[in-house]
């Protein structure tokens, strides 16, 4: 009656057992995607101390281009007629490549769709440029459209890209050309990023430029062509008045300034309206004189002189001289501090940014003429994925310290927790294992949010398969008659962990093979 008893017992304590099992994995679960979810909406306020405290073995997997751009820059000062004649030039030697018989059959293209090209306002790069609508006589850019992937016939976009840069690298002296892929997700910037930043604007261009000459000479493979995104070679001409002669005319500086801004762009002289419409009338310059300087500086500046109360027509030209100069193409700013960009995509066939970036930072250490007043740091997509990378690690220690919390109260002890951290660690295994096998690139936001759903999993089967085998071992414990606190024998302790290893292995496969078939879509 006493073993009859104590086994009544002991069945209630594991049917509770269970059923708190139960109430606690579901609870468990539910709190680490609540968690997991929070740190993600937090994401963009978490702290990142520097660009090279990660290194990274590569970012987002190598996407193959909707979109291919040929962006063109020619010198500041280029005409938009100029740029117009060799933005023709540069489509025709583009289009001789998509339409190649590589990638036609007859007046078919399997890849290309359209194609537009574009010369001045909104012909900029976006990543250089900020998305500014601003006048841009010497850009130009050629936009190639692909066709969906399925009417493609195996044909490969970024092999076309790589060609169509090829013909165009070293045809045009002097012209900057760059062809680039639509950038897929957040905008991260390019791959190879470097920042100056500093006070002095000239020194910092100075400084890029020989820094671009440094890393050119290592020869470092993967980089596409290092570019500055600012120089100091706009034409610019500068208007000196004569202070002295202009206050003995009558005649102020804001004066001058003003009468030439008023030729050149305008000024509001009155509305016009048609039918309940108001157009504005601003009246400058005709086109055929309004960049000529003789025109512009034999022009009078009327005004009424306030001590006599007379009308006084002063040239401009009298008061005021100019020389032609050059300046900066502009000047960009970043956490209120002047900022200068060395950039550059990949060469076709290489999307292991990380890597490259090390090796650049690896060569840099070599690099003795950083001014010390000039701050160099490495952005871009690298600064993403440092980004990304802190925020996983941390999403994922925090849900493992919860999960260790929730298992300590659910088993009363710290031993079949640490069991459950444990597999969690040996999972890797299998991860790693199979990125290697594969050769596979670690891509940070994916296989990190799919470790993270792998430790979740792991800590499902794990809580079953030990909760199982206390089970097993309580019931081997009664029909031996032995106290709670007692050990089971060598024997039977391995008899039982096979038998739960082998009545929990089906569900676990199954639990494993059903998510991993919910994660393929």
Do not use: C, W
């Given at each position: 009656m006493k073993m009859s008893r104590r086994a009544k017992r002991m069945q209630r304590n594991h049917?509770?057992?269970?059923?708190?099992?139960?109430?606690?994995?579901?609870?468990?679960?539910?709190?680490?995607?609540?968690?997991?979810?929070?740190?993600?909406?937090?994401?963009?306020?978490?702290?990142?101390?520097?660009?090279?405290?990660?290194?990274?073995?590569?970012?987002?997997?190598?996407?193959?281009?909707?979109?291919?751009?040929?962006?063109?820059?020619?010198?500041?000062?280029?005409?938009?007629?100029?740029?117009?004649?060799?933005?023709?030039?540069?489509?025709?030697?583009?289009?001789?490549?998509?339409?190649?018989?590589?990638?036609?059959?007859?007046?078919?293209?399997?890849?290309?769709?359209?194609?537009?090209?574009?010369?001045?306002?909104?012909?900029?790069?976006?990543?250089?440029?900020?998305?500014?609508?601003?006048?841009?006589?010497?850009?130009?850019?050629?936009?190639?459209?692909?066709?969906e992937y399925k009417y493609r016939d195996g044909r490969d976009t970024e092999e076309l890209r790589g060609e169509i840069q090829e013909a165009l690298t070293g045809i045009y002296p002097g012209v900057g050309i760059s062809v680039e892929k639509e950038a897929n997700g957040p905008p991260a910037g390019y791959p190879i990023n470097i920042e100056l930043q500093g006070k002095d604007y000239t020194e910092l261009i100075n400084t890029a430029e020989d820094i671009r000459n440094f890393i050119n000479t290592k020869n470092i493979a993967g980089i596409e062509e290092l570019k500055i995104d600012v120089n100091k070679g706009k034409p610019s001409m500068q208007v000196v008045v004569d202070r002295e002669k202009a206050g003995e005319l009558g005649v102020s500086v804001g004066q001058v300034g003003q009468q030439l801004r008023r030729s050149l762009f305008g000024e509001k002289a009155g509305i016009y309206k048609v039918n309940g419409e108001?157009?504005?009338?601003?009246?400058?310059?005709?086109?055929?004189?309004?960049?000529?300087?003789?025109?512009?500086?034999?022009?009078?500046?009327?005004?009424?002189?306030?001590?006599s109360g007379q009308i006084k027509e002063v040239p401009v030209s009298a008061v005021a001289s100019q020389r032609n100069s050059s300046g900066f193409s502009s000047i960009k700013h970043k956490n209120k501090k002047r900022v200068v960009t060395l950039y550059s995509q990949l060469k076709p066939g290489f999307s292991d940014a990380g890597a490259i970036v090390a090796e650049i930072q690896k060569e840099m250490a070599d690099y003795k003429n950083l001014p010390d007043d000039v701050k160099l740091d490495?952005?871009?997509?690298?600064?993403?994925?440092?980004?990304?990378?802190?925020?996983?690690?941390?999403?994922?220690?925090?849900?493992?310290?919860?999960?260790?919390?929730?298992?300590?109260?659910?088993?009363?002890?710290?031993?079949?927790?640490?069991?459950?951290?444990i597999a969690i660690f040996l999972s890797f295994i299998g991860v790693f294992g199979g990125l290697m096998i594969t050769g596979w690139s670690f891509v940070i936001m994916m296989t990190m949010m799919g470790i993270i759903s792998l430790a979740g999993i792991v800590v499902n089967n794990g809580v079953v398969l030990l909760d199982y085998t206390q089970i097993l071992i309580d019931r081997r414990k009664v029909k031996l008659d032995l106290e709670d606190k007692d050990l089971l024998p060598m024997e039977d302790a391995t008899e039982v962990i096979i038998k739960s290893g082998k009545a929990r292995l089906r569900p676990v496969i199954l639990t494993a093979i059903t998510t991993v078939l919910g994660l393929i879509p």
């Open positions: 049917k509770r057992n269970a059923n708190k099992s139960g109430l606690n994995l579901t609870a468990l679960m539910d709190i680490f995607t609540i968690l997991v979810f929070f740190l993600m909406v937090n994401q963009s306020e978490v702290e990142v101390q520097s660009s090279d405290a990660i290194q990274l073995p590569a970012s987002l997997a190598d996407n193959k281009p909707n979109e291919i751009y040929a962006y063109i820059e020619y010198p500041q000062g280029t005409s938009i007629e100029k740029t117009n004649e060799l933005t023709k030039a540069i489509e025709k030697r583009v289009y001789a490549v998509a339409n190649s018989s590589k990638y036609t059959d007859g007046d078919h293209n399997y890849l290309v769709e359209s194609a537009v090209s574009q010369v001045g306002e909104g012909a900029g790069n976006p990543f250089t440029d900020g998305g500014s609508s601003a006048e841009m006589p010497h850009r130009g850019k050629v936009t190639v459209s692909m066709k108001d157009y504005d009338i601003n009246v400058r310059f005709n086109e055929d004189i309004r960049y000529n300087k003789s025109a512009l500086f034999n022009q009078n500046i009327i005004f009424r002189d306030q001590a490495f952005t871009g997509q690298i600064e993403e994925q440092n980004k990304q990378m802190v925020f996983l690690v941390g999403a994922f220690f925090g849900g493992l310290a919860l999960i260790m919390l929730i298992l300590i109260f659910q088993f009363g002890g710290i031993s079949k927790p640490l069991i459950i951290m």
